[in-house]
């Protein structure tokens, strides 16, 4: 028999085959709205101006070589990185309580966040809580190491925004010490995000409890266009001594997807505890990767420690946040102003991110799929940055027909 005749099949990735069937569609319309990455007004992916300066400075510096980095990362880089998340006058920074570990990317964080929790913490019972629904990789990330996921109730379809008080008995009446999943800004399906008094009761019943809170911060700035703002949800739980961990990504802020710059950042009750958690997560880091790529790093690395850069970043991190707010406000005027298409949008401009929920069901969005060219999950799910001032008009006649 043929040594491998008993491995399955596996599935196509939902998105990556949502993404083949809007190249191989010729229709000139088309709209491809499943895509997760930034794209200009043009609909083209979208170099930093900042990343070509930055990139520029390394090409002409001597100093760059190809050896290996540190298991743990860039120095440099974890560090900026930190203090980017947490705020450069932080308690947790200025104590040196933060464990940081460069990753490959936001899901290498998830990954390393995982193992680490499913070797060494204080389980009552083996589990993590992520939202329903939350982004479709932490269902595979978790049990990848041996990790059971439970989701808590987040999204409501009727009011089409945050299931709060289901949301709230769920961290009441879970396990002490129980694990949440939590996106740090910008949730990714939905776009809903608590608001800060929310993320307060929330922080509250955490404390209560003792749970442990696991970040996922793939959009910091991406969001709003404002760095600090998108930050608040981590730093206020971090003053309030949360017990945390931060998954760190800058595949969207700095438009750096393939380059793979991540971090892992575990918050410790000490400084001393701080460097027994990093010696483990270099432990494991050395059995998994060994060492993690440079370049990405070093780009990021420039931007965080320069002044300059980092001024030339926000203003970038603005262009692309400004323009996605502007897809959303003249989306919202299309379908309530000029197409008095039925029902209520605001949750168009309340949501926040790349994505947007747009409440339509599996039925009208395959409508769409089929009938109107425009590329979109089953979910209703739509990416802002897949709109832009060609085809606005064309996607919000279409949504409008396929809803009347
Ligand atoms: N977490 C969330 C919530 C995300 O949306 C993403 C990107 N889709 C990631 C993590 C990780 O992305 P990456 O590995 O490219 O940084």
Same mark, same amino acid.
Request: with cysteine; charged share 20%.
């Given at each position: $028999?043929?040594?491998?005749?008993?491995?399955?099949? $596996?599935?196509?990735?939902?998105?990556?085959?949502?993404?083949?069937?809007?190249?191989?569609?010729?229709?000139?319309?088309?709209?491809?709205?499943?895509?997760?990455?930034?794209?200009?007004? #043009?609909?083209?992916?979208?170099?930093?101006? +900042?990343?070509?300066?930055?990139? !520029? %400075?390394?090409?002409? #510096?001597?100093?760059?070589?190809?050896?290996?980095? &540190?298991?743990?990362?860039?120095?440099?880089?974890?560090?900026?990185?930190?203090?980017?998340?947490?705020?450069?006058?932080?308690?947790?920074?200025?104590?040196?309580?933060?464990?940081?570990?460069?990753?490959?990317?936001?899901?290498?964080?998830?990954?390393?966040?995982?193992?680490?929790?499913?070797?060494?913490?204080?389980?009552?019972?083996?589990?993590?809580?992520?939202?329903?629904?939350?982004? +479709?990789?932490?269902?595979?990330?978790?049990?990848?190491?041996?990790?059971?996921?439970?989701?808590?109730?987040?999204?409501?379809?009727?009011?089409?925004?945050?299931?709060?008080?289901?949301?709230?008995?769920?961290?009441?009446?879970? &396990?002490?010490?129980?694990?949440?999943?939590?996106?740090?800004?910008?949730?990714?399906?939905?776009?809903?995000?608590?608001?800060?008094?929310?993320?307060?009761?929330?922080?509250?019943?955490?404390?209560?409890?003792?749970?442990?809170?696991?970040?996922?911060?793939?959009?910091?700035?991406?969001?709003?266009?404002?760095?600090?703002?998108?930050?608040?949800?981590?730093?206020?739980?971090?003053?309030?001594? +949360?017990?945390?961990?931060?998954?760190?990504?800058?595949?969207?802020?700095?438009?750096?997807?393939? !380059?793979?710059?991540?971090?892992?950042? %575990?918050?410790?009750?000490?400084?001393?505890?701080?460097?027994?958690?990093?010696?483990?997560?270099?432990?494991?880091?050395?059995?998994?990767?060994?060492?993690? &790529?440079?370049?990405? $790093?070093?780009? +990021?690395?420039?931007?965080?420690?320069?002044?300059?850069?980092?001024?030339?970043?926000?203003? #970038? %991190?603005?262009?692309?946040?400004?323009?996605?707010?502007?897809?959303?406000?003249?989306?919202?005027?299309?379908?309530?102003?000029?197409?008095?298409?039925?029902?209520?949008?605001?949750?168009?401009?309340?949501?926040?991110?790349?994505?947007?929920?747009?409440?339509?069901? &599996?039925?009208?969005?395959?409508?769409?799929?089929?009938?109107?060219?425009?590329?979109?999950?089953?979910?209703?799910?739509?990416?802002?940055?897949?709109?832009?001032?060609?085809?606005?008009?064309?996607?919000?006649?279409?949504? #409008?027909?396929?809803?009347?």
């Amino acid at each position: $028999a043929e040594r491998w005749e008993a491995v399955p099949l $596996a599935p196509p990735d939902s998105i990556f085959k949502l993404t083949a069937a809007y190249k191989a569609d010729t229709h000139p319309n088309k709209v491809n709205l499943g895509v997760g990455a930034y794209r200009d007004d #043009d609909s083209k992916p979208w170099v930093l101006p +900042v990343v070509k300066k930055a990139t !520029e %400075i390394l090409l002409n #510096d001597p100093t760059v070589d190809h050896e290996y980095l &540190p298991i743990t990362g860039l120095p440099e880089y974890t560090a900026a990185a930190a203090r980017l998340v947490f705020g450069k006058d932080s308690s947790v920074i200025k104590d040196e309580r933060v464990a940081s570990v460069q990753t490959i990317s936001g899901t290498g964080a998830n990954h390393l966040g995982a193992l680490f929790l499913s070797k060494f913490y204080g389980w009552n019972e083996k589990r993590i809580y992520v939202s329903d629904p939350t982004w +479709v990789n932490h269902h595979a990330i978790f049990p990848q190491v041996g990790i059971p996921v439970s989701t808590y109730p987040y999204y409501d379809p009727q009011t089409i925004g945050l299931a709060f008080p289901a949301f709230l008995e769920t961290l009441k009446t879970a &396990p002490a010490r129980s694990v949440f999943l939590l996106h740090a800004c910008a949730h990714n399906p939905t776009g809903v995000d608590p608001t800060r008094e929310q993320w307060g009761q929330i922080a509250d019943a955490m404390l209560e409890k003792g749970h442990f809170a696991f970040f996922d911060s793939a959009y910091q700035g991406f969001a709003s266009g404002d760095l600090e703002n998108d930050a608040w949800a981590v730093r206020e739980f971090a003053r309030r001594s +949360v017990p945390l961990l931060v998954c760190q990504s800058f595949a969207k802020n700095a438009g750096l997807y393939g !380059e793979r710059v991540g971090a892992l950042h %575990i918050v410790a009750p000490s400084k001393e505890g701080a460097a027994r958690i990093k010696s483990q997560l270099s432990v494991l880091a050395r059995a998994e990767i060994s060492n993690p &790529p440079a370049h990405g $790093a070093r780009l +990021v690395s420039l931007i965080l420690n320069s002044d300059e850069l980092f001024e030339d970043w926000k203003r #970038d %991190i603005k262009t692309m946040a400004g323009r996605i707010i502007a897809m959303r406000k003249e989306l919202h005027r299309l379908l309530t102003e000029e197409l008095k298409t039925p029902g209520n949008w605001d949750h168009i401009v309340n949501q926040i991110g790349m994505f947007s929920f747009t409440g339509i069901g &599996p039925a009208q969005s395959q409508a769409l799929v089929e009938k109107a060219h425009i590329y979109l999950t089953s979910n209703g799910r739509i990416s802002m940055a897949g709109l832009n001032s060609h085809n606005i008009r064309y996607f919000a006649t279409q949504l #409008d027909k396929a809803v009347r």
